[in-house]
């Protein structure tokens, strides 16, 4: 067989990951958070809540551009979009955000690799420190946009009217949603081979989230 046809045989694929792999991978990324000491825990909680700010920040941004100049279903798209920003940032980063958490730290408690005890712990503490690295970010994009003429601030209270217009029953049902896709996008990107396919993963969710106008226990705070 000459060189040439050699050089055009097709690369090795490389083979998917099977599901008890993933499980197990999940399992030990949830005890690995379990063990962790409460001020890295907190730290790592803290930079999640700052990190994921950016979805609404660019959100607000593009919402600003597009509300004079684009059709309102093109706008909604382009917004929902913005809001996968911030998940990325969060799951390539690996900090740790409490929705991450309803999944991967329940799975050691009920393999038996961890007590209910130290799934408490793990969740107040992360859901403290999301919601006190949010705020944060929070109070600076309210403050920066508007003065950088980037964010109309009325966009600030269009956004959080379609979060708060609904009575508690659509905002449970809502968040059960939420939760599922968020428990989905831990699996999926666990499975997932490389950075760009973990990239693709959480835009894609992330987006359907933000497009779906569905509630994050974080973001839409």
Same mark, same amino acid.
């Given at each position: 067989?000459?060189?040439?046809?050699?050089?055009?045989? &097709?690369?090795?694929?490389?083979?998917?990951?099977?599901?008890?792999?993933?499980?197990? !991978?999940?399992?030990?990324?949830?005890?690995?958070?379990?063990?962790? &000491?409460?001020?890295? $825990?907190?730290?790592?909680?803290?930079?999640?809540?700052?990190?994921?700010? /950016?979805?609404?920040?660019l959100m607000a941004v593009v919402w600003?551009?597009?509300?004079?100049?684009?059709? #309102?279903?093109?706008?909604?798209?382009?917004?929902?979009? @913005?809001?996968?920003?911030?998940?990325? /940032?969060?799951?390539?980063?690996?900090?740790?955000?409490f929705t991450e958490q309803t999944t991967?730290?329940? @799975?050691?408690?009920?393999?038996?690799?961890?007590? &209910?005890?130290?799934?408490?712990?793990?969740?107040?503490?992360?859901?403290?420190?999301?919601l006190t690295g949010a705020a944060a970010?929070?109070?600076?994009?309210?403050?920066?946009? &508007?003065?950088? %003429?980037?964010?109309?601030?009325?966009? /600030?209270?269009?956004?959080?009217?379609?979060?708060?217009? !609904?009575?508690?029953?659509?905002?449970?049902?809502?968040?059960?949603?939420?939760?599922? $896709? @968020? %428990?989905? @996008?831990?699996?999926?990107?666990?499975?997932?081979?490389?950075?760009?396919? #973990?990239?693709?993963?959480?835009?894609?969710?992330?987006?359907?989230?933000?497009?779906?106008?569905? !509630? !994050?226990?974080?973001?839409?705070?």
């Amino acid at each position: 067989m000459s060189n040439d046809l050699r050089d055009k045989r &097709p690369e090795p694929v490389e083979p998917k990951k099977p599901s008890r792999q993933i499980l197990e !991978h999940e399992i030990l990324e949830g005890a690995d958070a379990l063990d962790r &000491p409460v001020g890295g $825990l907190f730290l790592s909680g803290l930079s999640a809540g700052l990190d994921i700010g /950016f979805s609404p920040f660019l959100m607000a941004v593009v919402w600003t551009l597009s509300e004079k100049t684009m059709s #309102q279903p093109v706008g909604r798209l382009l917004v929902a979009n @913005m809001y996968s920003i911030g998940f990325i /940032f969060v799951v390539l980063g690996r900090t740790e955000l409490f929705t991450e958490q309803t999944t991967l730290a329940v @799975m050691p408690v009920l393999n038996g690799r961890a007590t &209910p005890a130290a799934l408490a712990r793990l969740w107040f503490i992360v859901y403290i420190a999301n919601l006190t690295g949010a705020a944060a970010i929070a109070l600076l994009i309210v403050q920066v946009g &508007p003065a950088l %003429g980037v964010i109309d601030s009325r966009a /600030f209270g269009e956004l959080a009217l379609t979060l708060t217009d !609904h009575p508690s029953s659509v905002v449970f049902a809502s968040a059960v949603l939420a939760g599922w $896709l @968020m %428990g989905l @996008m831990s699996w999926l990107v666990a499975a997932s081979r490389d950075t760009i396919s #973990q990239i693709v993963l959480v835009w894609l969710i992330a987006t359907v989230i933000g497009l779906g106008r569905l !509630h !994050h226990v974080v973001v839409k705070k």
